[in-house]
């Protein structure tokens, strides 16, 4: 299995410009996460789908950030506009099922907001 | 409310031995997972145990393990016979009341 799929690997944007993050989870898993990482805040979990349906978006910093996953085997996180403390690593994971399972982390895209 | 605390910011242990990374919760839910993943310098995270609140067993992986004591309220990961590529950060994390929570991680170094 290829793991979970992340793209792009690194995003260099401007302050304003809209951001668009993917993912690619495990074949067969029917729960995604999109994590959020930072030097102050550590790590922290935005939203997550369980069979396509959004459960949780507590953790969205605000409605510039939206996300999306239309089907099992694609989700987007969407950033707009982007402002510099948007900076961070964004990890997309996903487990198997929601309760009781580990979760597998991509590798991550870490976006730069100039 | 839901928590998760790794006290050690960073530890240092010789290569080949035994190392201990504490890790404490609190929750409301009896059903709970306690997790733990490591993340290298390259920056990936990768999952090394769980273990399930009803699990009677302490969660064993190789060279990890997870001390689980329910009633303390901690699940320390134990990585025996240290290797230098054991070098990372190391996070407990905890599924709980729907959510997923985080610790700040331990910096472990392992010298040779």
């Known amino acids: 299995d290829a793991g979970v799929i992340q793209s792009p690997r690194h995003e260099v944007t401007e302050m304003g410009q809209e951001v668009t993050l993917r993912c690619k989870p495990i074949?067969?898993?029917?729960?995604l996460f999109w994590y959020r990482q930072t030097m102050m805040r550590g790590l922290e979990l935005l939203i997550y789908?369980?069979?396509?349906?959004?459960?949780?978006d507590s953790g969205m910093p605000e409605d510039r950030f939206s996300a999306k996953m239309p089907n099992a085997s694609f989700s987007t996180l969407k950033i707009q506009p982007s402002e510099p403390r948007d900076s961070a690593v964004y990890f997309c994971?996903?487990?198997?099922?929601?309760?009781?399972?580990?979760?597998?982390f991509g590798p991550g895209t870490r976006l730069t907001v100039l | 409310a839901q928590k998760i605390t790794q006290t050690q910011p960073g530890m240092f242990v010789q290569e080949k031995e035994a190392v201990t990374l504490d890790c404490t919760y609190d929750?409301?839910?009896?059903?709970?997972?306690l997790f733990w993943y490591k993340q290298p310098s390259s920056g990936e995270m990768i999952f090394l145990i769980y273990?399930?609140?009803?699990?009677?067993q302490n969660a064993t992986e190789g060279r990890y393990s997870l001390n689980f004591q329910k009633a303390r309220k901690s699940a320390n990961l134990v990585i025996s016979a240290s290797q230098l590529g054991d070098s990372a950060m190391y996070f407990c994390?905890?599924?709980?009341?729907?959510?997923?929570?985080f610790g700040t991680g331990t910096s472990l170094t392992v010298i040779p």
């Open positions: 074949s067969g898993h029917n729960s």
């Open positions: 994390a905890m599924r709980a009341v729907g959510q997923f929570y």
């Open positions: 273990q399930g609140s009803y699990d009677q």
């Open positions: 929750t409301s839910d009896p059903s709970y997972g």
């Open positions: 789908f369980n069979n396509n349906v959004p459960i949780d």
């Open positions: 994971a996903s487990s198997l099922r929601l309760e009781g399972n580990t979760q597998y």
